[in-house]
């Protein structure tokens, strides 16, 4: 039993932790607590009342409400914000009932006044340690209400401390860089107004006290499953109370429900530890491998991709070259990237047109699909459905299809517009092209682009308010995409946005895998790919070797780094001589032994490159079996010495061996003592551990 009614209010448990809410005498949903599972229900305080501190801070200012609606005598930032049909701009809501079903508590708010109900669902995730919530707002009046804010949750964190936030930031080809800043009285906002989830940051936050490290300490940590405009605000009031608010971005947002008709939050799911950010990542990583991607526990094929090679310039025989290589070296899928289908030359025309081009394919895809089957891969195709050049056979018949203000110059970026995927019109037109393109061919892997973000936002609707574009168009989205994953389930996604711009565990429920970055640059993606690893598990982390920068960086420390996800070769191949082709075949060699390690084992971040230029990390089994170590020397000035390497996940009783050194130890030892290895400067080693 994970959920429990107790005296006032209910109590949520996970293996490791404990969560309490409770309602108060007023029928206030206030929160209790949230850490450590405690080992008697009654161990979880009550509901707190107060009466408020003075007349600036009434009561309602310093409860800790679940889901604090802009109303009453309270300006804490609120998580619903409603103006009814009569102007009224202020929600009270109090319980009305609740219920558990399975794992899910359900506790019903009903405003004091207006026929809204607000459901709040708390779904427990006992193994992955996860507590899942939405809010879901219903008008059961009469006339519409406007919502003008709806948050998928307020997270507390335990009252009166100092806490210090972890996020992610970056930009287009230099994503995910790890930043950690104090939090402070006032508002810590990360959000997105792209339509994506943006390169610049991502919904994902990890709270600590300013000690944890990677294996020890308490972290709260939470994601936002969206794919769309989203916000975290972690506010700290001045009573010291620090919440953290995540949902749907109230930036020129508003959600017009009619009669009758209701709204659900996406999901926020959040965990807590008392083992560090390495634990808190490996938590999340298990959930989204056992919980969210469709096939989370399937080893995904090393691929090759043509992009970097041929760019808009592929044919049957240029692709063909490349796959009798590519299936020489162990390559397992070959993806033909962009330039493929009708009219695409370069990136000023084509996108939308999306059957091949008949100038590159006169006998169309079929018999390269079958040249590269021949050779024992599967075939993969990239795709850009949300997308139109304005030199498309699909504009010159659908103008009015884009995302556009009909007064306004339409701004193009890369030369492109974007479908508006709010319009049920374009997503079935889409869903039957797309659909009729996979029951044509025997395509086993599609990488799904997006290029651009968006401007002049405007949608022509009457059925709804045209700001309700930024959520239309995501649920578009998860339509097309869902719609063609259950038509074609053998097919494996990618979701790629001029690199990671779109990662997040909504699109994994659609993708199995994420193109993290276009910068390629192994050196770089070091760093990219430790940020990543904090939310999301090295199976979703495609990773391709490239040519880039390849005069500085060896062949095998480029293997080496991408081999940390999942496998990828991006390189121009025919410029690869005879050794680098026999060293890549022998790396792809290596990687398909310990792809189950490094794909569905636990990620231990052993030396992060953030701080120097050594770095480390290690994957182990799950029943703690095996093992691999990969260490990186990037640049360490003369004559810094790379220091020992400690283990981390092993059974400390067992012994192992590591690869490369004469001895057995225990677990223990090499988790206390560990290894030396001797790199110099863009070098890396490879050490599989084997319990003897
Ligand atoms: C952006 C992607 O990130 C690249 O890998 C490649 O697919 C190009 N788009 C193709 O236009």
Redesign the pocket.
């Known amino acids: 039993m994970t959920i429990h009614s107790f005296r006032d209010g209910w109590v949520l448990e996970t293996h490791m932790t404990g969560y309490a809410l409770g309602v108060d005498a007023a029928g206030l949903l206030l929160h209790r607590y949230w850490g450590a599972r405690l080992p008697f229900t009654d161990d979880y305080a009550p509901v707190q009342s107060t009466v408020g501190w003075a007349s600036f801070n009434g009561p309602s200012q310093l409860l800790r409400e679940e889901f604090p609606a802009y109303g009453d005598y309270k300006t804490v930032n609120p998580c619903l914000k409603v103006t009814f049909a009569d102007g009224v701009r202020d929600v009270v809501l109090r319980f009305e009932s609740a219920q558990v079903t399975g794992e899910t508590l359900t506790i019903t708010l009903k405003d004091d006044h207006y026929p809204v109900r607000v459901l709040l669902t708390y779904t427990v995730h006992a193994v992955t340690d996860m507590i899942e919530r939405r809010a879901t707002v219903i008008n059961d009046g009469d006339s519409p209400v406007s919502i003008e804010r709806l948050f998928s949750a307020q997270w507390h964190l335990p009252y009166g401390d100092q806490y210090r936030l972890t996020h992610v930031t970056g930009r287009w080809n230099d994503e995910m860089h790890l930043r950690r800043e104090l939090l402070v009285q006032g508002i810590k906002v990360l959000d997105s107004r792209r339509l994506t989830t943006s390169h610049h940051h991502n919904p994902w936050f990890a709270v600590d006290r300013g000690a944890a490290d990677e294996d020890s300490g308490e972290v709260w940590f939470g994601v936002l499953a969206w794919s769309g405009n989203w916000a975290i605000q972690a506010e700290v009031d001045e009573f010291v109370s620090t919440r953290v608010n995540i949902g749907i971005n109230d930036w020129d947002f508003a959600l017009r429900l009619a009669a009758g008709e209701s709204f659900e939050s996406p999901a926020t799911l959040a965990g807590y530890t008392r083992d560090g950010f390495g634990a808190a990542s490996r938590h999340l990583h298990d959930h989204i491998r056992d919980t969210v991607i469709p096939h989370g526990h399937d080893l995904h094929k090393v691929l090759y991709?043509s992009?970097e090679a041929t760019t808009f310039n592929v044919d049957e025989e240029s692709q063909a070259v490349l796959a009798e290589i590519a299936a020489g070296m162990g390559i397992e899928l070959f993806v033909m990237?962009?330039g493929w289908f009708h009219g695409r030359n370069h990136?000023h025309a084509g996108l939308g047109d999306w059957w091949a081009d008949a100038t590159k394919f006169p006998n169309g895809l079929n018999p390269l699909i079958a040249r590269v089957n021949a050779l024992g891969m599967a075939f993969g195709l990239?795709l850009?459905p949300e997308m139109v050049n304005p030199d498309s056979d699909l504009y010159r018949a659908h103008p009015d299809w884009v995302i556009h203000f009909p007064t306004r110059a339409r701004t193009e970026a890369r030369n492109q517009l974007i479908l508006n995927f709010a319009r049920p019109d374009v997503q079935d037109y889409l869903i039957a092209l797309l659909d009729r393109l996979l029951t044509d061919h025997h395509i086993a892997f599609i990488?799904w682009?997006m290029?651009r973000n968006v401007s002049q936002p405007g949608w022509q609707t009457d059925d709804h308010d045209p700001r309700e574009i930024w959520v239309r168009y995501v649920e578009g989205l998860y339509r097309v995409w869902g719609t063609l994953r259950a038509r074609h389930p053998q097919v494996i996604w990618q979701s790629?946005s001029?690199?990671g711009g779109r990662a997040d565990l909504a699109i994994l429920r659609h993708a199995d895998q994420i193109?993290v970055s276009?910068n390629t640059d192994a050196a770089a993606r070091i760093l990219i790919q430790d940020g990543y690893s904090h939310i999301f598990p090295a199976n979703t982390m495609e990773a391709w070797v490239t040519d880039t920068h390849a005069a500085q960086l060896p062949l095998r420390f480029r293997f080496h780094v991408s081999m940390c996800g999942s496998l990828g070769i991006g390189g121009h191949l025919l410029h690869w001589s005879a050794a680098d082709r026999a060293l890549a075949a022998e790396q792809i060699a290596l990687y398909k032994d310990i792809r189950p390690l490094v794909q569905l084992g636990d990620q231990y971040r052993l030396r992060s490159p953030q701080n120097d230029g050594f770095s480390a990390v290690q994957y182990v089994a799950k029943d703690q079996s095996a093992g691999v170590l990969f260490a990186f020397r990037t640049h360490m000035a003369f004559p810094a010495e790379v220091p020992p390497v400690i283990l981390r996940g092993l059974d400390p009783t067992a012994r192992y061996q590591i690869e490369g050194i004469d001895a057995v130890r225990s677990g223990a030892a090499w988790m206390a003592d560990g290894l030396r290895v001797r790199l110099e400067d863009f070098e890396s080693t490879v050490r599989r551990i084997t319990r003897v």
């Open positions: 991709n992009w990237d962009d990136d990239w850009e990488k682009d290029n790629c001029g690199g193109w276009d």
